[in-house]
């Protein structure tokens, strides 16, 4: 009886370690193929992540460089010794001088009641036919302030030699030199002379800084 219990004891040991060592070799056979079966799953989606084509780069656009317009200058102003067209004339404004107390010679003079400022203007006909040129109407000056002043009919009797500008009758080509006086305050500068186009013409007035 002993010897019978001793050998179904072995069988049993014997049989159930090589149960225990098969189920073991089973579960690690499972675990392999387990691995196995999911690394291609990893590969490829590392594969896909690296063949997935790169995002697109935003590209900001440039603003076109707009170049400035060039900015418009007026016409320069005519000056002293500029020819400028009123009207039938073509007149240049040679000199200014002002500061003078009176014109005339020691007995025949007339005396400002400021102070006289000399123009000397030449005057060209530059029509077809003679026109007459009366400086008195005809041109006038102006200072800075806008203030107005007409020619001294008087003063330039006595500060013409031949009475240059008083009714000149000037024949198509030929020009007239004359000096013309403004009685003006003490102390003024002028700014402009004006030279009336005339009544009866489109022509604008020409204007002569000094």
């Given amino acids: 009886m002993p010897t019978l219990i001793g050998v179904g004891a072995f069988v049993v040991l014997c049989c159930g370690g090589a149960l225990v060592v098969s189920l073991t070799a089973d579960d690690k056979k499972v675990d392999a193929a387990t691995v196995s079966s999911a690394a291609p799953a990893a590969t490829n989606s590392v594969a896909s992540a690296s063949a997935a084509p790169p995002a697109e780069k935003v590209v900001v656009p440039t603003p076109a460089k707009t170049s400035a317009a ?3 200058t ?3 102003a005519a000056g002293i010794g500029d020819k400028v067209r009123g009207g039938d004339f073509e007149f240049t404004v040679k000199s200014v001088k002002c500061g003078i107390a009176k014109v005339g010679s020691e007995f025949l ?3 400002a009641q400021g102070t006289f400022c000399r123009v000397s203007v030449t005057v060209k006909n530059v029509t077809k ?3 007459n040129f009366h400086a008195d109407g005809s041109i006038s000056a102006q200072d800075g302030s806008g203030r107005k002043y007409e020619v001294d009919g008087e003063a330039g009797i006595y500060g013409n030699d031949d009475g240059q500008g008083f009714l000149d009758e000037i024949n198509p080509g030929n020009s007239v030199t004359a000096n013309v006086f403004f009685d003006v305050p003490k102390g003024t500068k002028l700014k402009t002379i004006t030279l009336d186009a005339g009544l009866f ?3 604008e007035d020409a ?3 000094l």
Wanted: hydrophobic share 40%.
């Fill in 70 to 72: 060039p900015a418009q």
């Fill in 74 to 76: 007026e016409p320069k």
């Fill in 109 to 111: 003079n007339t005396k």
């Fill in 129 to 131: 036919k003679a026109h």
């Fill in 201 to 203: 013409t489109l022509a």
């Fill in 207 to 209: 204007v002569v800084a």
